[in-house]
């Protein structure tokens, strides 16, 4: 069963600060990793989908890591905002979604 | 772009009812719709996968008879939580599958708050 980690649960940092989300994953077969957003007490806002074959997408602010070998998958977030702050949730694609706890983010102006 | 209609936002029933929540594809066609649960501060539990016109496939654990799950159009996927308790209040969440030929992307609902007193 696949089972997946994100380090840390919670992340506070000061404006302009670069974040790092961690992910981990149990069964490196995978199809692909999601990375989403949520806000609180609202659905899910996908921000990068990576596919297996690939090691890293980017979009904007946010860079993306996927190192299936060692099951671990980095979110990276330039610069800051508070705008930002969410919880992002991590998610592997091994013909279900399995997800991550999250790690909530909170950034101070 | 797609977009996965949850309906409805907010609901409360008192215990022992039931209640249904609907998703909907709003610009294309899902064979496949997933239902999730989401207890506060934890992350999303796959309950059922849904196929239209099958039946629906649940997660060990997933009391089926008492979460039903129709999906009797490729727009439409409905969950009803029949007999609510309590317990059962929690945050529910759809996602519906586009085959595509360029590949498969998965599009969340906004989800729905079910609050049983």
């Known amino acids: 069963k696949q089972e997946v980690t994100q380090i840390p649960a919670a992340l506070s940092v000061p404006e302009g600060e670069n974040l790092v989300l961690n992910c981990s994953f149990t069964d490196s077969a995978i199809y692909n990793l999601q990375w989403f957003r949520q806000d609180p007490g609202k659905g899910l806002t996908s921000l990068l989908l990576?596919?297996?074959?690939?090691r890293e997408q980017t979009s904007g602010r946010l860079n993306a890591s996927l190192d299936k070998s060692s099951g671990r998958s980095t979110l990276y977030i330039a610069a800051s905002q508070p705008g930002d702050s969410a919880t992002y949730l991590c998610?592997?694609?091994?013909?279900?979604?399995?997800f991550g706890a999250g790690t909530t983010v909170t950034v101070r102006a | 772009g797609a977009v996965v209609s949850q309906h409805p936002s907010w609901v409360i029933c008192k215990s022992g009812t039931s209640v249904k929540i609907e998703c909907r594809s709003l610009?294309?066609?899902?064979?496949?719709m997933f239902w999730y649960r989401q207890f506060p501060k934890q992350s999303l539990m796959l309950m059922a996968t849904?196929?239209?016109?099958?039946?629906?496939?649940?997660e060990q654990g997933v009391e089926k008879d008492k979460f039903l799950i129709n999906h009797a159009s490729l727009t439409l996927s409905t969950l009803t939580v029949t007999s609510a308790h309590p317990e059962d209040s929690s945050f529910y969440i759809c996602s519906a599958l586009s085959r595509q030929d360029s590949g498969n992307t998965i599009y969340f609902g906004e989800g729905s708050w079910l609050t049983v007193v």
């Open positions: 990576i596919q297996s074959s690939q």
């Open positions: 849904s196929n239209e016109g099958s039946k629906a496939t649940y």
């Open positions: 998610a592997v694609d091994d013909y279900k979604l399995s």
């Open positions: 610009d294309f066609q899902a064979t496949t």
